[in-house]
């Protein structure tokens, strides 16, 4: 969710060394494929986007292990911190401001998720494989139900003034 931000489930990848390509395929193949049914589109913010997504859906379809729900339609964005240093005709096509549906958002939620794993990865890095991951995934699950238990607060706190009305 590009407004509140999470962690979907089984959509982590851990980089070898530099940022590639089907790293983020396969990230994206598995968040695609969690508990989609019934979405029909879905807008993706990557620092990169205007290159990636140009060959997104024949890398998937050319592999046996990736795919994209049937009828799911994928808009590319690029975070607004970032698109600015982007060529000027890709402000227009790719700024969340631009993009219908996307609501007042940044498209840099991302950014502001991995600050708690910045706090614990240096103590991961010396366990095992399986460790570090089980290290990983527990603190990415403790980062949404936090933020499932806060939202209801805030959501919530505008309610009290609509009942008093009533």
Not at 81 to 92: E, L
Not at 131 to 152: A, G, W
């Amino acid at each position: 969710c590009a407004w509140h931000g999470c962690f979907v489930l089984h959509s982590m990848v851990d980089f070898q060394k530099g940022e590639r390509q089907m790293n983020m395929d396969y990230a994206l193949s598995q968040a695609f494929n969690y508990k989609t049914n019934g979405i029909s589109y879905a807008i993706t913010f990557y620092d990169i986007n205007c290159q990636y997504n140009k060959y997104l859906k024949d890398w998937i379809t050319s592999s046996m292990y990736l795919s994209i729900p049937i009828g799911m339609n994928i808009i590319p964005g690029i975070g607004l911190w970032h698109v600015y240093g982007h060529q000027d005709s890709y402000f227009v096509q790719y700024a969340s401001n631009f993009i219908h549906g996307t609501g007042r958002i940044d498209g840099e939620i991302m950014e502001t998720l991995w600050a708690p794993l910045n706090i614990i990865s240096p103590l991961a890095r010396g366990m095992g494989t399986p460790h570090h991951k089980e290290v990983l995934d527990y603190q990415m699950n403790d980062c949404n139900f936090m933020k499932m238990i806060c939202m209801s607060k805030s959501l919530t706190s505008g309610c009290t003034y609509i009942v008093l009305l009533i």
